[in-house]
């Protein structure tokens, strides 16, 4: 083996190029990234853009790091093909870079609604939140009563933006397309928590909203509701989940469904190609079936794991992950597989007018569960999940 292609810079693919390197110092190592930045964490964005921590400490590497690991970087570069037969990955400079093992590490891509006024924004990466911050300031220089802003969302983007609003004590609007926060996951308790202290935070929130109008040509005005009323902001944050982008290796006969399918050692149905974090759908022995997930732990996991599969030590994948995050100064965890369809039963095992604990279950055993208001039980369901209790 002399050459590792990884695509996608990320904390998945970035983890995998530096236990590689540990593991062997004379292959090459070469990460493909579209966007123009070392490794940056996406969980402090939201620090970084509420003034938190300077822009400098979202960086997780630094460009002397690679060529001191002799891990070379592209960036601004994109794969648009692979050709899995010849062994190459089609580049969007029109290279052809050969590899004899390839990791496909390219995370997920944003939902938009497309075409949106000035004011409008997203939260992927860090172009994103320099733009956000820059808009913040904008809005903040404004009189108290025109800083307003709308949010389009009812999942873990959607709550970074409230609290950022919140943050900056600019009026928020939540518009979401179901009932309430995470509609499709969890409880109508669980929902009417979070709602409550939403609510309770001065936020107004306009549940069942399938499409909202934006106002305003070049810049937003306003988000005009089913009902006609009209809500003026001058800011609008969309969060409204993710999708893969399968657009450079659809056609190169890799399984794909709801993510690369990958099994429990991360490897594609083809030989030397693996996949990891948010791309990969693979199977988790902790609960059973095929997953995806989309959170830092996981993928950064995943990128250590792949190396040691890479390098013969080969041992399925195995970590219960979850996803920390909180509305205001409420803690909300979610852990494992909290796929509502996916399971037989969902018990609620706690429901008081702050807190809510729910916990899924399949063929008897528990896969996942969602904490809010009370994560006490962490550490104990996460336990049970891996069959350690
Ligand atoms: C604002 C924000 C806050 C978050 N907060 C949390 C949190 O608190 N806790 C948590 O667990 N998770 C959080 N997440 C999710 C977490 O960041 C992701 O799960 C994690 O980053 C996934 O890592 P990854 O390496 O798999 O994918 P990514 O981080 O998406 O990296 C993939 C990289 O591949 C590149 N790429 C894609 N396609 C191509 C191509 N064709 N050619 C070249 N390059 C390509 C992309 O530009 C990207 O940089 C947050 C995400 C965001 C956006």
Known sequence: MENIVILGGGIAGTTAAEELRKKNADVAITILEQEHHPLYSRVLLPHYVKGKIPREKVFLKSWEWYSSNRIELMVGVRAEGIDILNRFVKTSEGRELPFDVLILAGGGELNVI???????SYLRGIDDADELASLLKETLMRPQDERRGVVYGSGFI???YINI????????DVVMRGSGFWSSTLSAHSQEVLAKKAIDGGVLLHINETEPTILGEREVTGVRLSSGAEIPCSMMGVGIGMHPDQSYYRDCGIEIDRGIVVNEYLETS???VYAIGDAAQFFDGNVGRKVVYGNWMNAQSQGRAVAKTIFGERAPFNLVSSYATHLFDMHIVFIGDVDRKAVDEVRQVAATESASVEEFYRGGKIVGAVLIGDISSRATIT???AGRE
Not at 165 to 172: A, E, V
């Open 114 to 120: 497309g075409g949106e006024p000035r004011g409008v």
């Open 158 to 160: 959607a709550l970074e």
């Open 165 to 172: 609003f919140k943050h900056f004590g600019i009026s928020c």
């Open 270 to 272: 083809h030989a030397s």
């Open 383 to 385: 336990a049970r999940i």
